[in-house]
């Protein structure tokens, strides 16, 4: 059974930092790309950053140079960095990991979440 355990969210003030966990256990194998995602109050969920074992990431527009995504592929571990945070971040942060177990087919697998709350 695969489990990704999050850490990391709380409440912060505007222009401070955080920074988001997430480890994959269980025996996934595979992983890739391993990603984080955000559902602010009343709105979808969006991607926010993704990477691929390679080292190739990928940012939503609104957090290109105050987010940074990174991973451990020894620890099956993804991180988020995320800076200068605005209100508008205030979010439930969401780790998502796209791999597969045995010879089963690839799927995507989620996190339970992490509030993150940007707010004076």
């Known amino acids: 059974q695969v489990q990704l355990v999050e850490s990391g969210g709380g409440l912060v003030q505007p222009g401070g930092s955080l920074t988001l966990s997430c480890a994959a256990s269980?025996?996934?194998?595979?992983?890739?790309?391993m990603s984080w995602y955000r559902q602010g109050p009343g709105k979808q969920r969006d991607l926010v950053a993704s990477i691929y074992s390679t080292g190739i990431t990928n940012y939503a527009d609104s957090v290109k140079g105050r987010f940074t995504i990174s991973r451990d592929n020894a620890k099956n571990t993804v991180y988020l960095q995320m800076n200068s945070l605005k209100p508008e971040d205030t979010a439930v942060y969401y780790c998502n990991v796209n791999g597969r177990v045995g010879s089963g087919v690839r799927r995507d697998y989620w996190g339970q979440g992490t509030q993150v709350t940007v707010s004076s």
């Open positions: 269980g025996s996934i194998s595979s992983i890739n790309p």
